[in-house]
């Protein structure tokens, strides 16, 4: 991994940090929340048009363009929309590590580690 954030952003390994310690998201953090519906629905209320989340059978594998394009088009008609910037961070604070951990991995492998520490 840290051959990899050193060729690709100049990143030097920290002293003392291990090759387990360096973590990249498989996508963007919007597809955690694909995988925590309810939180979308809380958030956006009933105008969330929920057909535009097709039933991926690999959240992690969805390409990011079609995430926020599943975003966009889902909260077109709700009064907030979705956003990167304060939508965005709003909704993970908000979001279930128990729902990431069921639909991604790689964010499963992400929280075990944390919880680790």
Known sequence: ?????????????????ADN????MVQIMET???????????????SLRENHFRQWPNLEAVPKLTVFDA???????????????KVSYELL???RPDRVEADCPHGKALLDRLRGM
Do not use: I, N, V
């Open 21 to 24: 310690q360096a973590f990249l």
């Open 71 to 85: 975003l966009e088009k889902a909260t077109a008609g709700c009064q907030r929309h979705y956003a990167k910037g």
């Open 32 to 46: 955690w929340f694909l995988a925590d519906r309810d939180l979308l629905r809380s958030y956006f209320g009933s």
């Open 1 to 17: 991994m840290w051959q990899h954030l050193k060729a690709r952003d100049g990143w030097e390994r920290p002293p003392g940090a």
């Open 93 to 95: 604070g908000k979001l």
